[in-house]
């Protein structure tokens, strides 16, 4: 193979691939599969023990915080109030 052919050959990987780098770095990130939310609840034990029977005492403490729904926002406004009506004059 000529010298002139393999300079071309070269050349023309190297611009397929500028190319498809500037047609990749342009394309917007793909999302995560799934978003796991950070764990929301806590433990927490505490034993005790009365130094005069040695009965043992254990605590324990669950925390959790947890929204278990959105309150829904009302569609529509409020209803309007009667019309008032006046009397006529005797």
């Given at each position: 193979m000529k010298r002139?052919?393999?300079?071309?050959?070269?050349?023309?990987?190297?611009?397929?691939?500028v190319a498809a780098f500037l047609v990749l770095g342009r394309m917007r990130a793909l999302?995560?599969?799934?978003?796991?939310?950070?764990?929301?609840?806590?433990?927490?034990e505490e034993v005790y023990e009365d130094p005069k029977t040695g009965d043992r005492t254990i605590y324990r403490e669950f925390r959790v915080s947890t929204k278990l729904a959105e309150t829904p926002k009302p569609k529509t406004s409020p209803p309007a109030l009667p019309p008032v009506i006046k009397e006529a004059p005797p």
């Open positions: 002139r052919t393999t300079l071309w050959i070269v050349f023309a990987v190297v611009l397929a691939h999302p995560k599969a799934r978003f796991i939310p950070p764990p929301n609840f806590g433990y927490k």
